[in-house]
T-cell receptor, first 115, second 111 residues
Framework: GAGVSQSPSNKVTEKGKDVELRCDPISGHTALYWYRQSLGQGLEFLIYFQGNSAPDKSGLPSDRFSAERTGGSVSTLTIQRTQQEDSAVYLC?????????????FGPGTRLTVL | QQQVKQSPQSLIVQKGGISIINCAYENTAFDYFPWYQQFPGKGPALLIAIRPDVSEKKEGRFTISFNKSAKQFSLHIMDSQPGDSATYFCAANFGNEKLTFGTGTRLTIIP
């Protein structure tokens, strides 16, 4: 069975460039989360999509960060004008919302390096 | 209010020993406390989880102990094995909202 997939697995970019990170959640999962994991740090919440509700964007660190979820499935996290401090592993998770609470399943992450 | 504090930052345990990782939380609204295991280059994977209506949950060699009054919970790994060497994160949330994670514990099991 397919789990959460993310692409690319690694991304190296130059400071000031825009990047797009993709997440394919588990089929049928209605909730999707983005987290960021910096070297030696824990996981930091970024944004949460739940069905057709307005997303919870409370974790986005700046207006350079945005995310979309099209058709209730695939999500794209966009970082504009990347900075060196954006270097981290970006993790996507999805959950079924079949009950309360529900397990969040994580993808392998995208490692972003900003030079 | 949302913080989850985890200790120790790193832990070395001899094979066959007991590994213990502790977490404390502040938000009394939290009602779900999972532990995630993460191997290098992989995403976190759910290991075991507990809700505050029980004080202990055991799954194989892994046990969560939960103290609601102290707002603390811990992970015990019995008969620790080299394959348990990984980074462990405690977390907490309420409903299906975002998880608030601890800072992680790097566990190394030595022969």
């Amino acid at each position: 069975g397919a789990g959460v997939s993310q692409s690319p697995s690694n991304k190296v970019t130059e400071k000031g460039k825009d990047v797009e990170l993709r997440c394919d959640p588990i089929s049928g999962h209605t909730a999707l989360y983005w987290y960021r994991q910096s070297l030696g740090q824990g996981l930091e919440f970024l944004i949460y999509f739940q069905g057709n509700s307005a997303p919870d964007k409370s974790g986005l660190p700046s207006d350079r960060f945005s995310a979309e979820r099209t058709g209730g499935s695939v999500s794209t996290l966009t970082i504009q004008r990347t900075q060196q401090e954006d270097s981290a592993v970006y993790l996507c998770a999805s959950s079924l919302l079949s009950g309360r609470p529900d397990t969040q399943y994580f993808g392998p992450g995208t490692r972003l390096t900003v030079l | 209010q949302q913080q989850v504090k985890q200790s120790p930052q790193s832990l070395i345990v001899q094979k066959g020993g007991i590994s213990i990782i502790n977490c404390a939380y502040e938000n009394t609204a939290f009602d779900y406390f999972p532990w995630y295991q993460q191997f290098p280059g992989k995403g976190p994977a759910l290991l075991i989880a507990i809700r505050p209506d029980v004080s202990e949950k055991k799954e194989g060699r892994f046990t969560i102990s939960f103290n609601k009054s102290a707002k603390q919970f811990s992970l015990h790994i019995m008969d620790s094995q080299p394959g348990d060497s990984a980074t462990y994160f405690c977390a907490a949330n309420f409903g299906n909202e975002k998880l608030t994670f601890g800072t992680g514990t790097r566990l190394t099991i030595i022969p």
